[in-house]
């Protein structure tokens, strides 16, 4: 994919985060085991990323692992790990191909440590592509990332590099894992869900959401332009009312944090 990311997409989409669940949904319908979902689930991620590409989408963010998951059986748990290193075993040279930059958010330092080591070898790789960017939550969790920028600004305020009393939500902002990402545009959650299960809760504050009853393994192609289609349909407001976004100038920006 050739595309130059560095005009914004036509339909006005630069983000793209995906809760990809019903894996194991999928595989019980089949009569397979739980991993056989998961397995077919990560396999998925490289086509959906394809389209995003041609779409023109430069940053996708997936919700791999959340900090809630530990709570699953060991046996399931273990098998996740172990597809997350195969997942960047077989793609980090594809990533390097696409010129796609790979960014982690949550707590990476608690996963297994081969994970760990793909991890950082797969960042190091892909470290200086600015076109496109795949950012992947592991153990992550919305609540847990407040936590860490409220500490992290606490040590600030103590320092005095911070002022607790006029601190705005730009400043604020500079202390979540996404600092220097773009909030979503469009959420998309897949199984029929309808929740956003504590996944970038700030981020998303004005994200249009999308929720599709379709399995992760079975979200292709048409699935994803369809949630594409169904965010352009939409009017985006921001506070506002529609007939003020109707008067604003074509070129004014939307100001989403």
Same mark, same amino acid.
């Given at each position: 994919?050739q595309?130059?990311?560095?005009?914004?997409?036509?339909?006005?989409?630069?983000?793209?985060?995906?809760?990809?669940?019903?894996?194991?949904?999928?595989?019980?319908?089949?009569?397979?085991?739980?991993?056989?979902?998961?397995?077919?689930?990560?396999?998925?991620?490289?086509?959906?990323?394809?389209?995003?590409?041609?779409?023109?989408?430069?940053?996708?963010?997936?919700?791999?692992?959340?900090?809630?998951?530990?709570?699953?059986?060991?046996?399931?748990?273990?098998?996740?790990?172990?597809?997350?290193?195969?997942?960047?075993?077989?793609?980090?040279?594809?990533?390097?191909?696409?010129?796609?930059?790979?960014?982690?958010?949550?707590? *990476?330092?608690?996963? @297994?440590?081969?994970? #760990? $080591?793909?991890?950082?070898? %797969?960042? =190091?790789a892909?470290?200086?592509? /600015?076109?496109?960017?795949?950012?992947?939550?592991?153990?992550?969790?919305?609540?847990?990332?407040?936590?860490d920028?409220?500490?992290?600004?606490?040590?600030d305020?103590?320092?005095?590099?911070?002022?607790?009393?006029h601190?705005?939500?730009?400043?604020?902002?500079?202390?979540?894992?996404?600092?220097?990402?773009?909030?979503?545009?469009?959420?998309?959650?897949?199984?029929?869900?309808?929740?956003i299960?504590?996944?970038?809760l700030?981020?998303?504050?004005?994200?249009?959401?999308?929720?599709? *009853?379709?399995?992760? @393994?079975?979200?292709? #192609? $048409?699935?994803?332009?369809? %949630?594409? =289609?169904?965010?352009?349909?939409? /009017?985006r407001?921001?506070?506002?009312?529609?007939?003020?976004?109707?008067?604003?100038?074509?070129?004014?920006?939307?100001?989403?944090?």
């Amino acid at each position: 994919m050739q595309d130059s990311p560095s005009q914004p997409a036509a339909h006005g989409l630069n983000h793209v985060a995906i809760i990809m669940d019903g894996n194991g949904r999928w595989a019980r319908q089949r009569g397979l085991p739980r991993i056989e979902g998961h397995r077919r689930g990560v396999s998925n991620v490289r086509a959906v990323l394809k389209v995003a590409r041609e779409l023109n989408i430069k940053y996708v963010t997936l919700f791999a692992f959340s900090v809630e998951n530990w709570q699953r059986p060991a046996e399931e748990i273990s098998s996740l790990m172990g597809l997350l290193e195969f997942f960047l075993e077989r793609n980090t040279r594809e990533l390097v191909k696409n010129k796609v930059r790979l960014r982690v958010i949550g707590r *990476p330092d608690d996963l @297994p440590e081969g994970v #760990r $080591k793909k991890l950082d070898q %797969a960042l =190091e790789a892909t470290k200086d592509f /600015q076109d496109y960017v795949l950012q992947v939550a592991l153990n992550y969790g919305s609540r847990t990332e407040v936590l860490d920028a409220v500490r992290a600004i606490s040590e600030d305020a103590a320092k005095g590099k911070v002022d607790p009393a006029h601190l705005d939500w730009p400043q604020f902002s500079r202390y979540l894992y996404t600092a220097d990402i773009p909030d979503p545009d469009l959420l998309i959650r897949t199984s029929g869900e309808t929740r956003i299960s504590n996944f970038l809760l700030l981020q998303c504050a004005y994200s249009e959401m999308v929720f599709t *009853p379709v399995y992760w @393994p079975d979200f292709d #192609r $048409k699935h994803f332009i369809e %949630a594409v =289609e169904n965010f352009r349909q939409r /009017q985006r407001r921001f506070g506002k009312t529609g007939e003020q976004i109707k008067a604003a100038p074509a070129s004014e920006p939307a100001i989403n944090r």
